[in-house]
């Protein structure tokens, strides 16, 4: 079974013969016109199995977002903002909630934390406004990767900053590689594990995690590429099968990786021509879903208009 | 032989078997660092097996491009600026030559051509100015984006434009696919057929050609993109060539395009993730060309000052 | 009578003595929190004395615009489409529409013409398709200050465009000279009498009128900066008026002009800072009541479920 | 004398009568066609008097770099490196220099300090790699952006990352105000006194200091823009000194600030129309000084080639 690269916990249950993992539960249903599929990874043998922290994963998909349905964009920032709602875990509200944009802005594909960022309703420096209405939470937002190509870490940045204003908990936006491209742009992964080393697009070094600040981190990502070498590995796992070989053409494939995809090609992304339609639209679903489950009093149009 | 789609007329010979092709003739030599080869398509027979118009195709690679390196960068824009005069036609010097940069700003690996207009130092609106240094020849540029921004076919538009301004000649910039990543933003190639339909990255839908608009066509291009199609069906080839089969599993192929590759995954492109910065670095060197081979009696000092 | 620069016909009124100009006729109503003034110019002489041609000029003003207020904004996009509907004139609906958006997007505060047709639904090449619907009518956009530093007299690459696709009627968006800095961001102006030669903020310099490209030319516009001398002026004038001086310091104005406001200055804006958001919102209330106007059988969300 | 809002200590003497103010020296000096200006400010007493903390302000200015004079731009930047070299505290070399570059990218005459931050060669993050050459100094660089973006003040934000890092200086860049709009663009202060509350166009409400941070504060600014408020005020002193009033007019101000200016006209700036120009230029200029500044061993081709 060959090992391909994705962020998305239920993309790692497709290579396998359909059989339960053990230390795993995975259940799917449906709302509204969007697939939710809900992964419980429970043991810590499943962890490692699946290379994904044990948690709760949950991925929404809604293929008509390509398509740029309207109704098909409010039901997912519906569900969503629903589900944001259950799993962050209530506070004493004093506090904020740190929303976390990662990525950089100036590599499409990486750039939908920064995009949701932009659209984040951000509230804390207007608490203590003679005009604030009562019921308004704290909120604050930050796209390290946009501060600058900073010699900083982004995480660094981020551990500082949670120093600062002690959040009581930490929202994180990431861009994702899936292995399936037809996930790319309609699908919305959240996650009560944080950000792991490795995973993004943008490759994170350091952990983002309730461990590393001490805080819950909750973590929203919608893949919008495939890695090149996933794709060459899925076709010849694809053509294996078709042929009927048993052994996986395991020394073929070494073999391709160091002649066709070595070096640069490693690094090489797949990913659809739309990708700043898609990222644009992706990050205003999001973020209007972070909207309303930070900020339940408030409607639509209010935070249409405090935003600026 | 699998046929993959590409805008190099170099890769064109790469699945050949080294024998020669009737109707073309092959050069490959080095300058400066700068590996050169002119494909020269000479009979119609050759065109259509090629897919490629009659004509002079010439390609320049500098893998030294992707590392930025500033002296290869000057190599290949002193370069590219002497075949650039040596292709284009002469003329009375009165008539503008029109620039037209192809492609759409808002999907990066396409907006090489728009790059490009934005850094072309453009003196017909100029020339009548007192401080107008003599030798300065006419140049303008447009940069007419896709179909779909306007209603209006790029192609219509260049063609509108060409009948108000009447050019010398035309010099077309677009961002292209190849079959090699490796020749993604460090190739750039130089024929006097124009725009052919169904090229570029933009997938043109109309002919940009001596034919088409009355003028000479020159354009100039660098890969920026692979098709994951393309990517999928080398590896198959590489694999079919390694297994020593003989027949190239066409039927395979067929069977895993609708499968694996069917729908949105056609349009897919396989890109670099630091692809906004090549297309940045890329637009500078076909430029800084441009404006040499258009202003021969003017100093790059003198093209920066007049560039606003 | 200082004569200050404003391309708003209703300001030309303000420093007459509240008489009636023979030649022009003013009324003023409000709807729906929109204050409406309508001028008409209706003789050369009136049109000579207030440097306005002939024709129809209504204002629409809404001070809440500046606070983002929703309602506002969609009150605005709303009294805008029902007014362009009424200016333009009807056709037999095969020609198309051509909006073209004046103004250079590198330039903040010229680029409302730019962000207008960015949001503007183009359906030219559309209506062909199976699946257009059939009341769907026919517009094409044009940019032409974006397609390039070109070379190219934007005006010059709008008469070629009509040349090659023959639309009914021309709708213009342009960024706007006030003379009152409170009219920046909350004032639109519509015209039947298209663009003059050294109105806008880019200060065109040939016409786009029906007399110049043949076909009815309507205009939009909003103020988006007031010039740094038109201030200086009225700040003199008023301090004239409080002081009782009978004559208007013409001779300290030139004087001052020439040294205070010489050289550099003349071309000084003022603007408010948030003009990169009051532009933003501008061009999708225009863009809003664009669509709206000219395509009366889609509903809002099929006219953005269209665009992409 | 009126009091204007300018962020130029050298614009503070100009209402002076040409004597000396105790504690204070001004000394001027010319050098490569810039004309530099020193002011220092030695009491207590005269740092109140100008509303300038006592400390260096060094100034220089070049017209001709709004003519964009190549060699006056490399003049520039080559004495700017040269006198940030002298004024910033040397070290042991290890701990970081840290780069802030203040403003918000969206409004563009307060985009200097991260356009600054963009071209800024970052080197925290690579002095551990093989290739890093021996002589190099460790940099990073932050653009926090402003209150409202994130809900987190820039200054609290950098207070987070001082702590985090342990620079041993820091280097500020930010846009400013000025009083005479031909410094717009063409006029650098650089000073060792940090930023004050109140100062750059941003109006930063904490200041950024040695006594704020604990470590030394160098700033670097720029003017452009001029407050709308501050050339009216302008004028009309100028129009009473013209005619020989002793009263300054105090209460025609007064009132007239209320009527004319009052609201939102405070906010107004009176900026050049080229201001985005201005920016790409002047964020390039001082990006270039800090890079040759603290990387004395590194070429400017070495530079380029590591940024990326």
Chains 1, 2, 3, 4 share one sequence.
């Not at 948690?55 to 977002?65: D, N, R």
């Amino acid at each position: 079974m060959p090992i391909t690269r994705t962020d998305l916990a239920m993309e790692c249950f497709e290579n396998a013969d359909g059989g339960a993992i053990p230390g795993t539960q995975v259940s799917h249903w449906e709302s509204d016109g969007i697939e939710i599929t809900e992964v419980l990874v429970t043991d810590n043998e499943a962890a490692q199995l699946l290379d994904k922290p044990k948690g709760t994963y949950l991925t929404l998909e809604c293929p008509l977002l390509l398509e740029r349905d309207p109704d098909a964009r409010l039901a997912m920032a519906t569900l969503l903002a629903e589900e944001i709602d259950r799993i962050l875990p209530g506070g004493d509200g004093d506090a904020p909630v740190l929303v976390v944009g990662l990525g950089n802005r100036s590599i499409t594909p990486d750039a939908l934390g920064p995009g949701v960022v932009d659209r984040t309703l951000v509230t804390r420096h207007m608490l203590g406004a003679p005009w604030a209405q009562s019921g308004m939470n704290s909120v604050c937002a930050i796209a390290p990767g946009v501060l600058g190509i900073t010699g900083i870490e982004s995480m660094e940045l981020v551990e500082a900053v949670v120093k600062t204003i002690a959040p009581r908990a930490i929202l994180c936006v990431d861009s994702l590689a899936a292995r399936d491209s037809r996930r790319i742009g309609c699908t919305i992964q959240l996650t009560d594990t944080g950000i792991q080393p490795g995973a993004g697009v943008g490759n994170h070094r350091r952990p983002l995690t309730r461990d590393s600040v001490g805080v819950p981190v909750i973590s929203v990502g919608m893949p919008t590429v495939v890695y090149a070498a996933t794709l060459a590995r899925d076709a010849f796992a694809w053509l294996a099968d078709r042929e009927g070989d048993d052994e996986p053409h395991e020394a073929a494939l070494a073999d391709m990786e160091k002649t066709l995809l070595g070096g640069e090609m490693g690094e090489m992304i797949v990913t659809p021509r739309e990708i700043d339609a898609i990222i644009q639209d992706a990050s205003g679903i999001i973020a209007s879903a972070i909207n309303r489950a930070l900020q339940p009093t408030l409607s639509d149009a209010e935070i249409a208009a405090m935003m600026n």
